[in-house]
Each structure stands twice: as C-alpha cells, then as structure tokens.
C-alpha cells in the first residue's frame, strides 16, 4: 500500500490527526489524484459496511470444547515413572549391600586349624564407620531392604499371574 491510500484510509477510519485531516481535506479538494483515490476507498469501505460478517454456527464452541475434551480423556492417566530414578535407587542399594557384604567378610577371623584372614590392599582403605554403624542401624537397614525385595517380589508374581493360582 502506498502512502497516498494509507492517509485516505486513515482519513476514512478516523484515525489520523487533526492535522491531517485538514491536510488531507485540502488535498481532496484540489488535488485529481486524492480525490478519484478516495472516492474508489469510500465506495470500497461502503461495501465492506453492506457485507454481512459470517458467524460460526451456534454449537461451534461446544464441538470445540468437546474435541478438547475427547482429546484429553484418550490419553492414560497413568503417571509417567522416570526409569533413570529407579536404576540410580537400585543402585545405591545395591552398593549398599555390596559394601556390607565386603566388610563383613573382611571382618571375619575363623578360629579352630584353618586360619583364613582377608586382608585388603592397603590402597583401598574402608573408612573407620563403626561408631556410625550399630546394631539397630544394621538392623533397619536389612530390615528395609527385605521388605523392598519382597515388595519387588510380590510385584513380580502379580505381574506373572502366579499369586492367582496359589
């Protein structure tokens, strides 16, 4: 669009200045150009006032609503489990027991003929964790660690179908 049918537009809108518009109303007077130009944009702008504006049927917003709706209710409203979660607590626990299994069998002195001792490199020092360690932190410990595994299990025989028949 040029600058001459952007003023006419502007001046037809009513939205130019008052400046303008005196401007504008001096060219269309004298000028031949701005006023075959705005009487084209004048008539043009009536028939755009003449057109009736199509409207959306009156249950178009509820078939919009309801394609939404049908839209949401098809996906699961299972949540989604990060796999990467589960193998990082898998593998603290399964660490866990690999470093109680190590110590314990570091730990242990047979008495009687066979004299069997484990001794560890000494560049791999364990670290000094008996007053961490107790009797009831042990105990929670694999007390937890049971409970997981037989929840693992349970689940396992669940997802089987042998619990049914048992």
């Not at 084209?40 to 078939?63: G, I, R, S, V």
């Not at 589960?86 to 109680?100: D, R, T």
Request: glycine share 4%; net charge negative.
């Amino acid at each position: 669009m040029n600058t001459i049918e952007e003023k006419l537009w502007n001046y037809i809108d009513g939205t130019c200045s008052d400046e303008d518009r005196k401007a504008i109303d001096i060219l269309i007077a004298e000028d031949e150009v701005y006023r075959r130009k705005y009487e084209e944009l004048l008539a043009l702008n009536q028939e755009f006032f003449k057109m009736e504006l199509d409207e959306p049927p009156m249950a178009f917003t509820y078939n919009v609503m309801e394609a939404i709706r049908a839209e949401h209710a098809q996906q699961p409203l299972k949540a989604h489990i990060n796999k990467r979660i589960i193998k990082v607590i898998s593998g603290f626990f399964i660490v866990s027991i690999a470093l109680l299994l190590i110590m314990l069998i570091s730990n242990v002195h047979t008495g009687g003929s066979a004299n069997i001792s484990v001794h560890l490199p000494d560049s791999l020092r364990l670290p000094d964790i008996k007053n961490y360690l107790s009797k009831p932190v042990l105990e929670g410990f694999l007390f937890f660690d049971i409970v997981l595994g037989l929840f693992l299990f349970d689940a396992w025989l669940r997802r089987k179908g042998v619990s049914k028949q048992v």
